[in-house]
């Protein structure tokens, strides 16, 4: 991971467990974040009527963009290797 490496005191803040080392963290805490959005975005758009579009587009967008950045190749670009 780009932005956690062995030696920073962020890694090691994200290693709840470490048998999995900064995995555990990296995905607690995006679970927490989604379950945080979800709150969020339920207590805007309670009594309101929300296109479907406005919601669908950039959710399959972040999606791809999601799908895309498991793959080596594309991290490798990214990180500048």
Known sequence: MWLVHSGHSFAKLLNFYNPTGTLSG??????????????????????RTISLTMVNVPAFAGLAVGLLLTFPPFM?????K
């Open 26 to 47: 990296v995905t607690t805490v995006g679970i927490v974040i989604w379950l945080l959005a979800w709150f969020v975005l339920n207590r805007l758009w309670r009594d």
């Open 76 to 80: 490798d670009l990214l990180q500048g």
